[in-house]
């Protein structure tokens, strides 16, 4: 049975992502989120990217006008879900919001339907655990911007079965993505790689080796990355960034991937990164100036 209808649970920065580029792509979208605000100002997110594409020349305006009437906006689960083929979650990084998402998704979806996690560390495995249908569960991990970024990282849980790995292969190369298979470890590729490199950027900053904007500095111009791994951090949100090093430091058990001391006390503060305001920079809405936090300014 080929993919048409697609349901996205979560309205958040990956969830209208999501939702945007499978609208975009000729999908018949289901966004469902708990609460209408968040749906709503979602809404309002994708159509201001999809301006910014039309500017680009990259759409046309009757592809925008057809990608917003492709999706429609549930706050009941139930509801959202009932033609889906696949549902991608793409709530909170959060184990024990996903098991409730999975148990009910797994009572109220289609036999046939695929559940895909947009989770960037929790095991694929552990998740499939929480259903009847460990061969339908997998991860599909896309990458912020969602509109821009073309990999998708394809995670197989235990039991997920071939069919369901081409399936989501398939619709990713619909999006215009890149899929790429990789197997249910913590962190996967992507987090695996990534988070040790911030969470020693971090560290360097918390043991006075340089500034913020010295350490951004060093990597974008020495080692050619387009953002420096603070700046970096701020843009997923630090409260992410301290959630998938936790998985992997209680996957893996070794102490490389303890959170650094600053990290925790940053989130527990509430300074979360581009999403709060401040993190390691200060974020004013319409500013495109990137100032330094005044926790670390001298």
């Not at 821009?148 to 215009?176: D, H, P, Q």
């Amino acid at each position: 049975m080929s993919i048409k209808n697609i349901t996205v649970i979560g309205s958040g920065t990956m969830g209208n992502g999501i939702a945007h580029v499978c609208a975009q792509f000729g999908y018949q979208v289901a966004l469902v989120d708990i609460a209408q605000t968040a749906l709503d100002k979602a809404l309002q997110t994708i159509t201001k990217n999809l301006d910014r594409q039309l500017q680009k020349g990259g759409i046309d305006e009757a592809t925008k006008l057809q990608t917003l009437q492709n999706i429609t906006t549930y706050t009941a689960l139930k509801e959202g879900v009932q033609n889906a083929d696949l549902v991608i979650e793409a709530a909170s990084e959060n184990f024990t919001i996903k098991e409730k998402i999975f148990r009910e998704l797994d009572e109220v979806c289609a036999a046939h339907c695929i559940l895909a996690s947009n989770t960037s560390s929790i095991s694929i495995t552990k998740i499939a655990a929480c259903t009847q249908r460990a061969d339908k569960v997998i991860g599909m991990h896309f990458m912020n911007p969602v509109p821009v970024m073309k990999l998708v990282e394809v995670i197989r849980g235990y039991a997920t079965s071939n069919e369901s790995n081409e399936k989501v292969f398939e619709v990713s190369k619909k999006l215009n993505k890149i899929p790429v298979e990789v197997n249910d470890y913590p962190g996967f590729v992507a987090n695996r790689i990534l988070m040790p490199m911030i969470n020693e950027a971090i560290y360097s900053l918390y043991e006075g080796v340089a500034g913020v904007q010295e350490i951004d500095t060093v990597m974008k111009l020495g080692m050619a990355h387009p953002m420096g791994p603070l700046q970096l951090a701020d843009f997923i949100g630090l409260d992410v960034c301290l959630a998938i090093l936790r998985v992997l430091h209680d996957g893996f058990g070794n102490p490389k991937y303890a959170p650094c001391p600053l990290l925790v006390n940053m989130v527990t503060a509430g300074y979360l990164g581009a999403k709060s305001g401040e993190g390691f920079y200060k974020y004013e809405a319409g500013s495109k100036e990137l100032v330094v936090s005044r926790m670390f300014t001298k």
